[in-house]
């Protein structure tokens, strides 16, 4: 079975410029997460949908992120405009559960950012 | 708001050598999971531990979380190369947020 898939893997730009991050889950999942990592804050969840709903956004840094998940199979993270201090590695995962004991949540390989 | 503190943040060591890393929180939570992330890939995860005083091993890994439902650990016996990554503790609090420590990196040097 395919895992959770993100593209780009790499992504160059220079500041000002628009970032879109695709994201596909996991066939059957019904909650999908966006992450942020860097060196110096570690792994951030910026946002989380379930049943394609956003739950929870107050990880999204600025007005600059926006976050939608238009079907089931499908998700974009934007940013506009793009800033230096926006490069990370992105992380998309997903999970076939949302109980409020624990969901185990699967990763996809991730984009990584640079703004220039 | 809950907080995770991860010890060490940083180890080396040699193959063959054991190893304990740890997961604090400032408050009881309900269950606690462990993930391993190996370079240029997105975290794995290796267990989730929900009972006070639980033991669970994998393979050469034992977890442990504490009879308070506070803390947990990761012990490795006779380290490998292949355990080499960025190991990664997450809970989910009372509010259902879900929280991450900073992670333990990890080297084994063959």
């Known amino acids: 079975d395919a895992g959770v898939i993100q593209s780009p893997r790499h992504e160059v730009t220079e500041m000002g410029q628009e970032v879109t991050l695709r994201c596909k889950p996991i066939?059957?999942?019904?909650?999908l997460f966006w992450y942020r990592q860097t060196m110096m804050r570690g792994l951030e969840l910026l946002i989380y949908?379930?049943?394609?709903?956003?739950?929870?956004d107050s990880g999204m840094p600025e007005d600059r992120f926006s976050a939608k998940m238009p079907n089931a199979s499908f998700s974009t993270l934007k940013i506009q405009p793009s800033e230096p201090r926006d490069s990370a590695v992105y992380f998309c995962?997903?999970?076939?559960?949302?109980?409020?004991?624990?969901?185990?949540?699967?990763f996809g390989p991730g984009t990584r950012l640079t703004v220039l | 708001t809950q907080l995770l503190e991860q010890s060490p943040q940083f180890l080396s060591i040699q193959e063959g050598e054991n190893l304990t890393v740890y997961c604090n929180s400032s408050?009881?939570?309900?269950?606690l999971q462990w993930y391993r992330q190996e370079p240029g890939e997105g975290p794995v995860l290796l267990v989730t531990?929900?009972?006070g005083g639980e033991v669970k091993k994998l393979k050469r890994l034992t977890f442990q979380f504490g009879d308070a439902r506070k803390d947990s650990s990761l012990h490795i016996t006779a380290a490998q190369p292949g355990d080499t990554g960025l190991y990664l503790c997450?809970?989910?609090?009372?509010?259902?947020?879900?929280?991450w420590g900073a992670g333990t990196k990890l080297i084994i040097k063959p």
């Open positions: 995962a997903s999970s076939s559960t949302w109980t409020r004991t624990y969901n185990e949540q699967f």
């Open positions: 066939s059957g999942h019904n909650s």
């Open positions: 949908f379930n049943n394609n709903v956003p739950i929870d």
């Open positions: 408050s009881v939570f309900s269950s």
């Open positions: 531990v929900v009972t």
């Open positions: 997450k809970i989910q609090d009372s509010n259902y947020q879900l929280i």
